[in-house]
């Protein structure tokens, strides 16, 4: 009984090892796996440039997300937070060798501490922007503080 038992283990055991080594990586699409914020996940081959740091201290995580501003420039934004989820650094990094505006690079490092004056408008101000984003995704209705920060911060990215 304990040898077909196993003979049954081995056999699944290769069976797995097999398929796993007949699946072929797939490249995965950065720009639309990061279309939402990804927990300790940054695309590979990117430099990511400092925005504002509070600390100097390691951060215990990170989120990562990949938007677009107004005029199309693509760019990745990541926050490190610390062990009790403040953030205490951002960063980002440009979509290939498409720079991002120095008004949205303004934009993106106030998101923390929130916008001292409007630099660039469409049809509306980014605080308009913002409130309506927050009301749209239900920011303030998430579980956890964590939770009402990200989708904050993707909104204030999404209006920068």
């Known amino acids: 009984m304990k040898n077909n038992f196993l003979i049954v283990i081995l056999l699944l055991l290769c069976t797995l090892a097999t398929t796993k080594a007949n699946v072929t990586d797939l490249i995965r699409n950065d720009k639309e796996y990061f279309s939402s914020f990804k927990k300790n996940e940054q695309p590979k081959d990117k ?4 925005l504002t740091k509070n600390s ?10 990949y938007k677009e501003n107004y005029r199309g420039e693509g760019f990745y ?3 490190v937070l610390d062990k009790n989820e403040k953030p205490i650094a951002t960063y980002y990094a440009n979509d290939g060798d498409k720079k991002i505006s120095d008004s949205t690079i303004k934009n993106l490092k106030s998101l923390l501490s ?10 509306e101000t980014p605080t308009q922007c913002v ?24 909104c204030g990215i999404q209006c920068a």
């Open 47 to 50: 430099k990511f440039i400092a």
């Open 56 to 65: 100097e201290a390691a951060g215990d995580s990170f989120y990562v997300i």
């Open 77 to 79: 934004f990541k926050v």
């Open 114 to 123: 929130g916008p001292d004056k409007a630099l660039e408008t469409v049809s």
């Open 131 to 154: 409130t309506k984003c927050h009301r749209a995704n239900g920011c303030y209705d998430k579980p956890t503080s964590t939770g009402v920060l990200l989708c904050s911060l993707e």
